[in-house]
């Protein structure tokens, strides 16, 4: 059973830093396509950062601006977001997702784009507020 759990979260000033962190289970990192993903008060879910295993691969949005930096440590099963230079913009649910359905190459962006809350597996958020 695949099992995402996410923390790291919380209140941090504009132009701080948060590590998000993501505890997988049921699956290798290995051989993934995962992502960290946010939702805004009002606004749709929108793709931050994923990966592809096996094709080495990495997306991000274009409003990450260098800013975010996502990676794994295979060992542990634990996918990570590096945020620096929030801003209060960043200011949402920020959720962890990993995929197994069959997607277009490149995988990585395509699951940013076009992920699916029935049929990708998620985790159950963590809020990181971005405010002075």
């Known amino acids: 059973q695949v099992q995402l759990v996410e923390s790291g979260g919380g209140l941090v000033q504009p132009g701080g830093s948060l590590r998000l962190s993501c505890a997988a289970s049921?699956?290798?990192?290995?051989?993934?396509?995962m992502g960290w993903f946010r939702q805004a008060p009002g606004k749709e879910r929108e793709g931050v950062e994923c990966?592809?295993?096996?094709?080495?691969?990495?997306y991000d949005a274009t409003f990450v601006k260098g800013r975010f930096a996502i990676s794994r440590d295979n060992a542990r099963n634990t996918v990570y977001l590096e945020m620096n230079r929030l801003e209060p913009e960043d200011t949402a649910v920020y959720y962890c997702?990993?995929?197994?359905?069959?997607?277009?190459?490149?995988?990585?962006?395509?699951?940013?784009?076009?992920?699916?809350?029935?049929?990708?597996?998620w985790g159950q958020g963590t809020q990181v507020t971005v405010s002075s």
């Open positions: 990966f592809s295993s096996s094709e080495n691969n990495l």
């Open positions: 997702a990993a995929t197994s359905r069959e997607l277009q190459r490149p995988r990585a962006y395509y699951f940013c784009l076009n992920s699916s809350s029935e049929g990708d597996y």
């Open positions: 049921g699956f290798t990192l290995d051989d993934s396509v």
